[in-house]
């Protein structure tokens, strides 16, 4: 497609329950980010993943938090045992080179609701 | 680590201008970004700056830099009702290397 793309667009599930969110970066790109906006918050970065270095995962907030990326294009971002204050917007982006810096393309994210 | 402070809301007259500011702390970031957010959408690059520039124009958007002060501000002239959206600003290293986002500004448009 020609935008990153995320699933679902909403999440609402019961505490203590796993989760998997869904990113599918643009075609290309090496590079895959997943960030999380809580309500009336900036966004926090997360965890980013380049071509076949080992990933930073320097801001995954607890253990309960992982994601892989396969093949390196898709990646999931699993939440174990969900909390209420996991609740938030997942955002993903991917980027590629554009003249003198780069562009980080997001996607439309994920609203998780955790009750 | 590295801070970003914004003010969280303006609110401005159609046909005037907007200005969004933007204090940072750490002055190793290479570049500095501005992002738009709109109801139900993902984030939007709008503009950036690379650090050894002091001012950038794109169009009806001026990004100023004053790394003195460690201060960035967005400009936007003759504002209108469409540029109603939340506004990050945001650091980065360069390369491949994570985002750190202000808070967001709330840029409200009235008639």
């Known amino acids: 497609g020609a935008g990153v793309s995320q699933s679902p667009s909403n999440k609402v599930t019961e505490k203590g329950k796993d989760v998997e969110l869904r990113c599918d970066p643009i075609s290309g790109h090496t590079a895959l980010y997943w960030y999380r906006q809580s309500l009336g918050q900036g966004l926090e970065f997360l965890i980013y993943?380049?071509?076949?270095?080992?990933?930073?995962k320097s801001g995954l907030p607890s253990d309960r938090f992982s994601a892989e990326r396969t093949g390196g294009s898709v990646s999931t971002l699993t939440i174990q045992r969900t909390q209420q204050e996991d609740s938030a917007v997942y955002l993903c982006?991917?980027?590629?080179?554009?003249?003198?810096?780069?562009?980080?393309?997001f996607g439309p994210g994920t609203r998780l609701t955790v009750l | 680590g590295e801070d970003v402070e914004q003010s969280l809301f303006l609110s401005v007259r159609e046909g005037d201008s907007s200005v969004i500011n933007c204090t940072y702390t750490d002055s190793s970031s290479t570049y500095l970004y501005w992002y738009k957010q709109e109801p139900g959408a993902g984030l939007q690059l709008l503009t950036y700056?690379?650090?050894?520039?002091d001012m950038k124009q794109d169009q009806r958007l001026t990004v100023l830099l004053n790394k003195k002060d460690k201060h960035l501000s967005l400009r936007i002239a003759d504002t209108q009702t469409g540029d109603s959206a939340i506004y990050f600003c945001?650091?980065?290293?360069?390369?491949?290397?994570?985002?750190?986002f202000g808070a967001g500004t709330r840029l409200a448009v009235h008639p």
């Open positions: 993943f380049q071509g076949n270095s080992a990933p930073d």
């Open positions: 945001a650091m980065g290293g360069g390369g491949y290397n994570k985002l750190i």
């Open positions: 982006a991917s980027s590629g080179r554009l003249a003198g810096g780069d562009e980080q393309f």
């Open positions: 700056i690379f650090s050894n520039m």
